[in-house]
């Protein structure tokens, strides 16, 4: 089993940033891959990052490319993954959820084994 925590979220102005942070536990070496998606008000959760953990391969959202920057790093017995969000607009105001697999990144949320709680991320024009 694996358990992911978020933290970080909370309000901004528009144009302003954010730092969303998961810590993974538990049974981490199992772990492939580590994404953060994203679900706002009537619409479906998407991917917005993902960070393959053997070789360090990133994907982006066409959406938040060249602002949004996914990032990992290694404790003892942990893995935590980071999302630095800048340049925030209000279309990016969501839920955002860590999630993890053992396998390769892939974009379908079903796929993902494991979840984190979520942090809500509002931005405001």
């Known amino acids: 089993q694996v358990q992911l925590v978020e933290s970080g979220g909370g309000s901004v102005q528009a144009g302003g940033s954010l730092r969303l942070s998961c810590a993974a536990s538990?049974?981490?070496?199992?772990?492939?891959?580590m994404a953060w998606f994203r679900q706002g008000p009537d619409k479906e959760r998407g991917m917005v990052a993902t960070f393959n953990t053997i070789g360090g391969a990133t994907s982006y959202a066409e959406s938040v490319k060249g602002r949004f920057t996914i990032a990992k790093d290694n404790a003892k017995n942990t893995i935590t993954v980071y999302l630095q969000m800048n340049s925030l607009t209000p279309e990016d105001t969501a839920m955002y959820y860590c999630?993890?697999?053992?396998?390769?990144?892939?974009?379908?949320?079903?796929?993902?084994?494991?979840w984190g709680q979520g942090t809500q991320v509002t931005v405001s024009s």
């Open positions: 999630a993890a697999r053992a396998g390769y990144c892939v974009y379908e949320s079903r796929a993902y084994s494991y």
């Open positions: 538990g049974y981490t070496t199992s772990v492939g891959c």
